[in-house]
Every structure is written in structure tokens, then in C-alpha cells.
């Protein structure tokens, strides 16, 4: 007779975003392979629908938002009925995307199992996408604090973040957004081969208006170094006088593949708190492809590269234009960065390191019991 397979701990992940949503993506669903295989078995219950995560970026639409608002936040509540039947609940920035904490202090009841909490982003600042304005009232970045007292554990994206949690939990702890290394690989053929080079930039309709900081820098740069520019993600076709652009749609089949058609990725932030609690992801997911990046020395930018060694940070836009045409230039550069960049994501932000660090977590969320 062989001996009872121990019983597998149920999970309920509860994200406002689905996996279109960069975050879910790499701060929960990614994990949950290994995690499987580690004995958990997960639910997940994202807030917005697909349909409804593409329509809240797109301007205006105020009427069909509301309506579709409406019925989400439905599907919300009838979402955490048998709450109390799983081992731990895993929720990613917020159960509820507008309002006060009801819906995690009701989760953090008697009865109720263990939460932990991840965030990757300043969510306790007020913010709010340029597309959706008129919801600003509605946002209780204060609830933060509480939803992380709240928490049995607590993952935060950064050390900046940690630093926040830790004020209100010292459970807090910092687990970098990551990337799995079998899947972002660089290119077959290297660096070499296209004319004019490409520089990339891909991100989201919410970061556009930081790639609007280089079009001088774009100008002056393709004045003596043509290049030809690639936008991917960004809230409108983007346009710069004098350089060719090229506006790409973004999808999550081609994720990798836009990262793979690029010579040189840049990676512009703003120097404020907003900013300090971004996690670097996009210079990651360039670094793991053997793309060199050129980003702005900001936040956890200046832990991730380090000057001249695995890409380029810069401070002002002569440093900017100085370190873009370097790499466009300098062929045994690129190759050098590319190389130093990959082994710094395989080391430090890759799945295979991060993966059982999240395991750790939950594990020992698990143990523990409320009184």
C-alpha cells in the first residue's frame, strides 16, 4: 500500500488585471507553473475582463465603461464566495480597483486564510492613466498602508517599495520583477546584419509620455547616426520630425519577437517618486534578449545596470544622444552589452532564481495561522 499523496494547498489569485496586463503576467502567472509543481493548485479571479482592459485605455467611452464597471465588480463579489475553502489568498496590487480596503478587510476577516500582497509600482501615490481622468476622485491610494498591514507577507518589486511595506509590516521583502530566460533569449543571428540599426522602444499607453522626452534627442542623433525608430505599445502612432518611425502593434504573441527586432532599446523615466517605484522590467526584458539599453539613471535603473559595464544609464540629454550614438556606432559594444546585460538577467532576474524565492513566500504564509 503506498501512503496518502499529501493534499494539495489551494490558492485564490485575485488581480485587478488579466494576463494581457504586463503585471499578472510576470509578477503572478509565470510563477505558477513551478508552483504547481511545488503542490499549490491556483484560482484565478482577475478584475478586469480582457475586452475591458484594452476598452479602460482608449479615451473617453465614459458611458460603456461605467456599464461594463458595473458588471465586473459583480462578477468581483460572487468571486470570493467560498473564500474560506483555500489555504491562502494571493493578491496582486488590489481586490478592488477604486475605493476604500472593504473588500481586504472583509478577506482579512476571522476565519478567512492568509493573504500576501505584491506590488510593483508606487500605487500608494496618486496616479492615474491620462485616458481615465475622470476616475481620479475615485482612486484611495491610502488604502495601500492598510492592505499591507492587513497582509500576512508582503513581496514588494523593489527596495523602494520594500522600504514603504516594511513602515507598515516588517514581513516585507523584495522580489524583483523577472523574466524567464528559455523564453526571452536573443536573437539568432546576434547583432549584426540590418542597416539602418533600430532603435526600440516598447512600452504602454500609461509610459508614453516618457518617450516623448527624447524627441530632441532622436532629432539629433539620426542628424549624424540614421537609425530607424520602432514604437510598440504606446497610446497613439507616435510621430518624430526629421526620423522614420515605425508604429507596432502590440500582442502578447510577438511579445518576444518585438524585443528581437531591435538593435539598441531605450528605456526614459522621469526622476520623481513615481518613477523611484518602477522595477526596471523593460530594460530587463531588453538585457535578456542581448539587447543593449540605454536608460534613464533613475530608481531601480541604477540597480540594474551599471554604467559602461551592461548598458548605458544617462542623466541628461547630451548623455542621452552621447551614449545612443556610442551603440549605434560601436558594433563590439553592442555585442559587449549584450553579452554582460543577458548574464545579469540569468543571475538576478531570471525565473529559475526568483521562482522558488516566491515559493519560500507562500510556504511560509501557509504555516502561518491566524489567531
Not at 35 to 42: Q, T
Not at 271 to 283: R, T, V, Y
Not at 344 to 357: D, F, H, I, K, W
Request: glycine fraction near 8%.
Amino acid at each position: 500500500m503506498t501512503d496518502a499523496q499529501p493534499r494539495r494547498r489551494r490558492i485564490l489569485v485575485l488581480s485587478p488585471i488579466p494576463e494581457e496586463g504586463a503585471g499578472y503576467r510576470f509578477r503572478v502567472a509565470q510563477f505558477i507553473p513551478y508552483l504547481e509543481s511545488r503542490g499549490y493548485e491556483f484560482t484565478v479571479r482577475p478584475f478586469f475582463s480582457p475586452e475591458f482592459f484594452r476598452l479602460v485605455y482608449r479615451p473617453g467611452h465614459y458611458l460603456e465603461k461605467i456599464a461594463a464597471f458595473v458588471g465586473l465588480s459583480i462578477g468581483r463579489l460572487r468571486s470570493l464566495r467560498g473564500v474560506s475553502q483555500y489555504d491562502l489568498v494571493f493578491l496582486y496590487r488590489e481586490a478592488f480597483p477604486i475605493g476604500p480596503p472593504l473588500i481586504e478587510r472583509w478577506l482579512a476577516g476571522p476565519g478567512k486564510p492568509p493573504i500576501v500582497y505584491d506590488f510593483d509600482d508606487a500605487i500608494f501615490l496618486p496616479n492615474v492613466s491620462d485616458a481615465n481622468r475622470f476616475i481620479v476622485s475615485l482612486k484611495w491610494a491610502g488604502k495601500v498602508p492598510e492592505v499591507v498591514r492587513l497582509s500576512t507577507r508582503v513581496i514588494a518589486g523593489n527596495d523602494f517599495l520594500a522600504a514603504f511595506a516594511r513602515r507598515h509590516n516588517p514581513s516585507a521583502l523584495t522580489i524583483p520583477t523577472c523574466v524567464d530566460t528559455d523564453k526571452f533569449t536573443p536573437r539568432s543571428d546576434g547583432q549584426g546584419g540590418r542597416e539602418p540599426l533600430v532603435v526600440g522602444w516598447i512600452g504602454s499607453p500609461t509610459t508614453t509620455l516618457y518617450l516623448s522626452m527624447l524627441s530632441d534627442v532622436f532629432r539629433n542623433v539620426y542628424a549624424t547616426t540614421p537609425f530607424r525608430l520602432k514604437v510598440s505599445g504606446a497610446a497613439s502612432d507616435v510621430a518624430v520630425e526629421g526620423v522614420p518611425v515605425e508604429n507596432v502593434k502590440w500582442s502578447l504573441a510577438d511579445e518576444v519577437s518585438l524585443f528581437n527586432t531591435c538593435d539598441v532599446g531605450v528605456y526614459p523615466l522621469t526622476d520623481d517618486e513615481w518613477s523611484k517605484g518602477k522595477c526596471g522590467f523593460k530594460a530587463i526584458q531588453f538585457m535578456a534578449c542581448g539587447v543593449p539599453v540605454v536608460a534613464s539613471a533613475v530608481g531601480e535603473n541604477l540597480a540594474i545596470i551599471e554604467d559602461g559595464v551592461n548598458g548605458f544609464l544617462a542623466r541628461t540629454a547630451a548623455e542621452w544622444e552621447s551614449k545612443l550614438r556610442r551603440l549605434l556606432t560601436d558594433a563590439a559594444l553592442r555585442a559587449r552589452f549584450a553579452e554582460a546585460g543577458r548574464r545579469t538577467v540569468e543571475e538576478r532576474y531570471s525565473l529559475r532564481v526568483c521562482a522558488p524565492r516566491v515559493a519560500a513566500v507562500l510556504a511560509d504564509a501557509t504555516a502561518t495561522r491566524r489567531s
